[in-house]
T-cell receptor, first 114, second 117 residues
């Protein structure tokens, strides 16, 4: 069965520093991978979606993620953190089975300090 | 803009009460989902629906039921609330895309924080 692991439940960076949030999926290549963000007291919103059209996916707010099949990874990056990036980030993967729903990682909380 | 609304942001109920959480989407999405979110556990799927009157169990359906009588509305029911159902409940919806329910982008409501005392 498909699964997803987010390494690090908390990541802290300084404003202007590189943001790297890690996500690994299980060995079978999923059709789609997603990154969602949840700001305090809000629901989740889509940051970006991988659909196999390109390995480097650009999302909203300057985030991007690279799909690496050899490493079974889909890490999220942003070159320069902003205070407003402080939120919880979730990686999610799909499966090929018709009746199954999205599988979420446990989430990574990003803190940004000035 | 896609809008998913949930009936309450905060709810406090007593043990044993029957609880209804309502979710409405305005984008004519085929799929709707109920998750619960707990610290350190991420999102866990309770139930989902891919059409009116159709429902499928997710990972943690025990103690919950759902109803989808109209396409835009998906209700989560706690038949007899217990303290271990204290949690944040998130509703989401998506278009049908391809083979699997999971393939489309999901749009989330703001969540209902339920406390059962």
């Amino acid at each position: 069965a498909q699964s997803v692991t987010q390494l690090g439940s908390h990541v802290s960076v300084s404003e202007g520093a590189l943001v790297l949030l890690r996500c690994n999926y299980s060995s079978s290549v999923p059709p789609y991978l997603f990154w969602y963000v949840q700001y305090p007291n809000q629901g989740l919103q889509l940051l970006l979606k991988y659909t196999s059209a390109a390995t480097l996916v650009k999302g909203i707010n300057g985030f991007e993620a690279e799909f690496k099949k050899s490493e079974t990874s889909f890490h999220l990056t942003k070159p320069s953190a902003h205070m407003s990036d402080a939120a919880e980030y979730f990686c999610a993967v799909t499966s090929n089975q018709a009746g199954t729903a999205l599988i979420f990682g446990k989430g990574t909380t990003l803190s940004v300090s000035s | 803009d896609v809008k998913v609304t949930q009936s309450s942001r905060y709810l406090v109920k007593r043990t044993g009460e029957k609880v209804f959480l309502e979710c409405v989407q305005d984008m004519d999405h085929e799929n709707m989902f109920w998750y619960r979110q707990d610290p350190g556990l991420g999102l866990r799927l309770i139930y989902f629906s891919y059409d009116v009157k159709m429902k499928e169990k997710g990972d943690i359906p025990e103690g919950y039921s759902v109803s989808r009588e109209k396409k835009e509305r998906f209700s989560l029911i706690l038949e007899s609330a217990s303290t271990n159902q204290t949690s944040m409940y998130l509703c989401a919806s998506s278009f049908r895309e391809g083979l699997a329910v999971s393939w489309g982008e999901q749009y989330f409501g703001p969540g209902t924080r339920l406390t059962v005392t």
